[in-house]
């Protein structure tokens, strides 16, 4: 089945999921007030190329940079533009990288200088959404299962999980099969099987779920203006449970 992929073709995919691993470790250290996020861009751009590594965002559906960086308010596909990030904003820097035609996706929210109260709030409940949706990853359970630990829990402390985009197998293809939303009921779904390898990438709003996309056609935004953060992980469900691929070797 096309879903799921040899321990040969885990292998060959980890190359590109440390790459973009690495690269958020890389890049913590320039996450300061005053940088533009084309400068981010350039940054991640350059080393990405310098290790032999292709940046997937470039050109992805007309994408115009090579990584996408969500600021505040914006929930995802953020296009890195001259704007300088300040103290007390939050940042998510989402990195895909190719490796030998295989993909590689993984992103985290940063703290700008000091972050606010909610700023922190949000963030840290994206951080835990996806370590409990990464918790019942393994052969049996379900796409629901994942979508309904993080609902929960992200709902349980009065934030909102977005609902028009979602984790994605990958592989040799950016996005493709299956679809892992980040809501859900138990047991509901397609059931886990070794060998499938997906991303869970839960957005988190302080306020409400709605969102729109602006008029760039890829920015997404929180309807109500609230801040959202997101994490994302690239993972393999093993024999007995999961492997988190995009772990960082620096
Ligand atoms: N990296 C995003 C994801 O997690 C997708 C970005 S698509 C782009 O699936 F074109 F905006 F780069
Ligand atoms: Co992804
Ligand atoms: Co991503």
Redesign the pocket.
Known sequence: MALIKTSEEIDQMRPACIHAANTLVMIEEYIRPGITTNQINEIVHDYTIKHGATP??LN??G?PKSV?TSVNHVV??GIPADKKIKDGDIINV?V?SIIHGWHG?T?KTFYVGTPKVRAKKVTEIARKALELGISVVKPGATLGDIGHIIQQYVEGEKCSVVREYCG?GIGRV??EEPQVVHYGKPGAGMALKKGMVF?I?PMVNFGRAAVKVLSDD?TVVTRDKSLSAQF?HTLAVTDDGVEILTLPTI
């Open positions: 997937a965002p992805y559906h994408f996408c995802c596909h989402d895909t996706d992103s994605h950016f996005h991303t990438e890829w994302e």
